[in-house]
């Protein structure tokens, strides 16, 4: 007979398996949680519920627990401070203060592959009143703040700083700033109930007389598109080596007076960094230092019907609103009916106007702005149409006698005043099948005899209205 053998090396997993319960509706999701047998996982614990602390004062004990999966026939431990284990629950006593990452390694040997798996916890015993370090920029310049950040700080209740230059601070992370070049040792002393730590560093950071950045532009401010040239005026006692101008989103230059043109409105953050021949390096930013407006023009945009027909009993109202202003101060409307509204709300209100004589209105909008050299202006020619009822039309026809032959070239002419009537349809009918849609005077002739009915209906949106008139005609003598 023969046995085969198969050796696995698959991490632990989860499997999540979807079912259908059967009868119901919804979707049951079911984790299944196994390991594969060949390969442990590796983690740990303290006996915390044994009166064991993972921080505290030196000396301090500590009882770590294997709660590794899988099948492990091997541990090795490392507690970060040079001492290793191979018990499975070691006990481990820390003498020195300080912050020590603790590793465990598990290991499967009984295969033809063996497995391993490793777990770090980092900074996962405090021991002692500590701190393990502290950073800060250790190249400044004279007058610059440096800020002082403690590192891993474990049972401290003071602090005590010394910059080097006869200063000092209690604060937990000061800011200090030295007045002198030269180079600074400095120390950091803090304790706590279990003690006090020292931190000395010597020749720490190196304080020199740094560039005094300063620049200035063209223009500051400006319409779309505008050209801004920038002038550096940084004054270094050892000279500028190089530049780099950050002029808006991803556009710098090295130049030592660059040139850019700005195509969007907005404003814009203009930063300079220069290194000298020391080697600092110094940034300064000017806050929304250029500012480019808007030319979006000006247009009329109605939000009401624009006509109507004249009632007895209620005004005729037209809202309108001011579209695409740009950068403006103010708006000025002409509502054509002698009435206008200056408007110095930004953003401008949306004017109500009440039209009470019939008539048709050109509405104009001006807009006033720093970018507008000259008046800016969109007109609605005929925008607003209030219309009347119409009278009954006239019209008189030529010859006058309203009679004639088959070779006389009739003319008609209407009688309507079209200064006081909107009419917005004619219509000419001969009573011979033909038809004119014509103001005129409109001109008509008749190639059988007899006696012809002529009207004249002349129609708005408020109503419609006819007049009749005859002609008679005979043969041609």
Request: aromatic share 10%; with cysteine.
């Given at each position: 007979?023969?046995r085969?053998?198969?050796?696995l090396?698959?991490?632990?997993?989860?499997?999540?398996?979807?079912?259908?319960?059967?009868?119901?509706d919804?979707?049951?999701?079911?984790?299944?949680?196994?390991?594969i047998?060949?390969?442990?996982v590796?983690?740990?614990?303290?006996?915390?519920?044994?009166?064991?602390?993972?921080?505290?004062?030196?000396?301090?004990?500590i009882?770590?627990?294997?709660?590794?999966?899988?099948p492990?026939?091997?541990?090795?431990?490392?507690?970060?401070?040079?001492?290793?284990?191979?018990?499975?629950?070691?006990l481990?006593?820390?003498?020195?203060?300080?912050?020590?990452?603790v590793?465990?390694?598990?290991?499967?040997?009984?295969?033809d592959?063996?497995?391993?798996?490793?777990?770090?916890?980092?900074?996962?015993?405090?021991?002692?009143?500590?701190?393990?370090?502290?950073?800060?920029?250790?190249?400044?310049?004279?007058?610059?703040?440096?800020?002082?950040?403690?590192?891993?700080?474990?049972?401290?209740?003071?602090?005590?700083w010394?910059?080097?230059?006869?200063?000092?601070?209690?604060?937990?992370?000061?800011v200090?700033?030295y007045?002198?070049?030269?180079?600074?040792s400095?120390?950091?002393t803090?304790t706590?109930?279990?003690?006090t730590?020292?931190l000395?560093?010597?020749?720490?950071i190196?304080?020199?007389?740094?560039?005094i950045?300063?620049f200035?532009a063209s223009?500051?401010?400006g319409?779309?598109?505008?050209?801004?040239?920038?002038?550096?005026?940084?004054?270094?006692?050892?000279?500028?080596?190089?530049?780099?101008?950050?002029?808006?989103?991803?556009?710098?230059?090295?130049?030592?007076?660059?040139?850019?043109?700005?195509?969007?409105?907005?404003?814009?953050t203009?930063?300079?960094?220069?290194?000298?021949?020391k080697g600092?390096?110094?940034?300064?930013?000017i806050?929304?230092?250029i500012?480019v407006?808007?030319?979006?023009?000006?247009?009329?945009t109605?939000?009401?019907?624009?006509?109507?027909?004249?009632?007895?009993?209620?005004?005729?109202?037209?809202?309108?609103?001011?579209?695409?202003?740009?950068?403006?101060d103010?708006v000025?409307?002409?509502?054509?009916?002698?009435?206008f509204?200056l408007?110095?709300?930004?953003?401008?209100?949306?004017?109500?106007?009440a039209?009470?004589?019939p008539?048709?209105?050109?509405?104009?909008?001006?807009?006033?702005?720093?970018?507008?050299d000259?008046?800016?202006?969109?007109?609605?020619v005929?925008?607003?149409?209030?219309?009347?009822?119409?009278?009954?039309?006239?019209f008189?026809?030529?010859?006058?006698?309203?009679?004639?032959?088959?070779?006389?070239?009739?003319t008609?002419?209407?009688?309507?005043?079209?200064?006081?009537?909107?009419?917005?349809d004619?219509?000419?009918?001969?009573?011979?099948?033909?038809?004119?849609a014509a103001?005129?005077?409109?001109?008509?002739?008749?190639?059988?005899?007899?006696?012809y009915?002529?009207?004249?209906r002349?129609?708005?949106?408020?109503?419609?209205?006819i007049?009749?008139?005859?002609?008679v005609?005979?043969?041609t003598?």
């Amino acid at each position: 007979m023969t046995r085969l053998r198969i050796s696995l090396m698959i991490l632990a997993a989860a499997a999540i398996v979807a079912i259908w319960a059967p009868g119901c509706d919804d979707l049951i999701t079911e984790v299944n949680e196994y390991t594969i047998a060949g390969h442990p996982v590796a983690e740990f614990g303290i006996f915390t519920d044994s009166g064991y602390r993972d921080s505290g004062c030196a000396p301090l004990s500590i009882r770590f627990r294997d709660l590794s999966n899988g099948p492990r026939d091997r541990w090795l431990w490392d507690f970060g401070d040079g001492d290793t284990s191979n018990d499975t629950n070691p006990l481990h006593t820390y003498t020195e203060q300080g912050t020590y990452t603790v590793r465990l390694t598990v290991y499967n040997t009984k295969l033809d592959e063996p497995g391993e798996d490793t777990e770090t916890k980092g900074r996962y015993v405090i021991v002692g009143s500590t701190v393990d370090s502290f950073v800060v920029d250790t190249v400044a310049c004279v007058g610059e703040e440096l800020t002082f950040e403690p590192r891993d700080i474990a049972d401290v209740n003071t602090f005590v700083w010394r910059f080097g230059d006869g200063s000092g601070s209690n604060d937990s992370m000061p800011v200090h700033a030295y007045t002198n070049p030269g180079i600074y040792s400095c120390t950091l002393t803090v304790t706590g109930q279990c003690g006090t730590k020292r931190l000395a560093y010597d020749s720490l950071i190196r304080v020199t007389t740094c560039p005094i950045i300063a620049f200035e532009a063209s223009d500051t401010s400006g319409c779309v598109p505008l050209q801004v040239t920038f002038f550096d005026a940084t004054s270094s006692d050892t000279g500028v080596v190089s530049r780099q101008w950050r002029l808006n989103s991803g556009v710098f230059s090295d130049h030592q007076n660059p040139t850019t043109t700005y195509t969007q409105p907005g404003t814009y953050t203009i930063k300079l960094t220069v290194v000298d021949a020391k080697g600092a390096a110094v940034s300064d930013s000017i806050v929304d230092f250029i500012t480019v407006h808007d030319t979006g023009g000006v247009a009329i945009t109605p939000l009401t019907p624009t006509t109507a027909c004249r009632s007895s009993f209620q005004q005729f109202q037209v809202v309108l609103k001011a579209d695409s202003l740009g950068d403006v101060d103010s708006v000025k409307w002409f509502f054509g009916d002698g009435t206008f509204f200056l408007d110095t709300d930004m953003p401008p209100s949306n004017p109500v106007h009440a039209y009470i004589t019939p008539g048709k209105y050109t509405v104009i909008l001006e807009a006033f702005g720093p970018c507008y050299d000259s008046l800016q202006a969109d007109t609605a020619v005929d925008l607003v149409i209030l219309y009347d009822s119409l009278p009954e039309p006239d019209f008189a026809i030529e010859p006058a006698s309203a009679t004639g032959d088959t070779s006389t070239t009739f003319t008609f002419t209407h009688q309507v005043d079209t200064s006081l009537h909107i009419v917005t349809d004619w219509e000419w009918s001969f009573d011979d099948d033909s038809t004119v849609a014509a103001e005129g005077p409109v001109q008509h002739k008749y190639t059988t005899p007899g006696t012809y009915e002529v009207s004249l209906r002349i129609t708005n949106p408020c109503n419609s209205v006819i007049k009749i008139d005859t002609i008679v005609v005979s043969d041609t003598d």
